[in-house]
């Protein structure tokens, strides 16, 4: 006898415990950095306001004996704005897979495809927690012209990111649909069909000419995604020289402020214990406090401090995050590692002064007919679960940005 699906029993497997948990577990994982966060900013709604200070106040430091008191100088503060980002991970079935054999198969196959929303959910994180809140995957080589099916990636993040022959940092992947700019082909973008070195194909084929150096991004993702390590922790000339994000963060101007900076020192050389040195020092003349507590690289750059480590004979057997990252500590600093980070970058974190402002925790979207909903036009319901969040920092001088390593 066969086991028909109706759109309660979608409702009830949908919110299983189980489902929300792992969801909100892959965002964990996702974001290493996350285990040390001290604070998390709930809000109430999906902005929030609050100044911070942008210029110590510098009065005068001494006056005449009996002379008149001397002027003060107040210190100088700027708004902050933080809109919470969101992102949707689509759970699609068509109307033939809503008869089973049984109840058991109905739901093995229920778990099987939400495990593409966790993987998904994953995958989005932790790649947009390193960007630039563009949501920029690279650059196009090139001017393209109407009907071409076949890029290729000329890209800050190629170059000083990774190697993308080597795929390293090459964030375009088979199956996703992206778009060139503005160029969406109508809304229904352009699927990646293979992936070749520093070359995709897609299709369909191209619908309109496309600039040369126009940014490659996902599907309606543009401007909406997580502003990561790569904007928090820059300074406005090296966004600018990159060609990534604005030179503005929360809606400040490092241009006007310089103190609303991160610090970014290009080592082009080799990891050593100087150079991350050096990138301490740099924060430390800007914050008169040593807090950084927690460095995060690649596995090319986890591997080349390892063995900076063992060479001085400081190699301290690692420690696990309860999100399953393993951390490294020496001199007071953990170090830990990341498949999504730059493949030539280490990045320095004060996590004290970063929070992730939620709206809510993640959920699935309901409308007065409950989670599943018929797709207009195909024989197929879907369900979309929705996180609102943002990555926030209050005091971007704590945080620091090695690039450019040479990795073996």
Known sequence: MSYVVTKANW???????????????????????????????????????????VGASQGQGARAELGGMPGYGAGEYQDATVTTKYNYAPFKISGPAETFSTKKAFAEFGVRIIKDTVQGFKLFVGRQTWGDGQGTLALINGAL?????????DSAYGVLWGSLAANTTFLIKRKMVVQFGTEN????????????????????????NVADNATISLLGSANLE??????????????????????????????????????????????SLPNIRSMRDTIYKRTDDEESNLMIGSTEVARDYEALLVAAQRFVPATVLSGGHSILEHDGLKFSKDSRAPAKALFFFDTKHIAWAQGEE?????????IMRVVPGQDAKEALYRWYSEVDVDEPRRMGYLFNLTVA
């Open 11 to 53: 409702d009830a497997l949908l919110e299983n415990d189980y489902v929300t948990g792992k969801i909100a577990e892959a965002i964990n994982v996702a974001a290493p950095f996350r285990e040390e966060i001290k604070r998390v900013g709930m809000t109430s709604g999906r902005m929030r306001i609050y100044g911070v200070q």
């Open 145 to 153: 012209l109407a009907g071409a099916s076949t890029a290729t990636v």
């Open 185 to 208: 082909n109508g809304g229904l973008g352009y699927e990646v069909a293979t992936v070749t070195g520093t070359t995709f194909t897609f299709t369909p084929v191209l619908a309109n």
């Open 226 to 271: 997580l502003t990561g390590a790569l904007a928090f922790a820059a300074t406005a000339a090296m966004m600018t020289t990159l060609g990534l994000a604005s030179t503005t963060y929360n809606g400040i101007s490092r241009t006007s402020f310089p103190e609303w900076e991160g610090n970014v020192i290009n080592a082009a050389a080799a990891l």
């Open 362 to 370: 993640p959920n699935w979207l309901k409308d007065a007919s409950g």
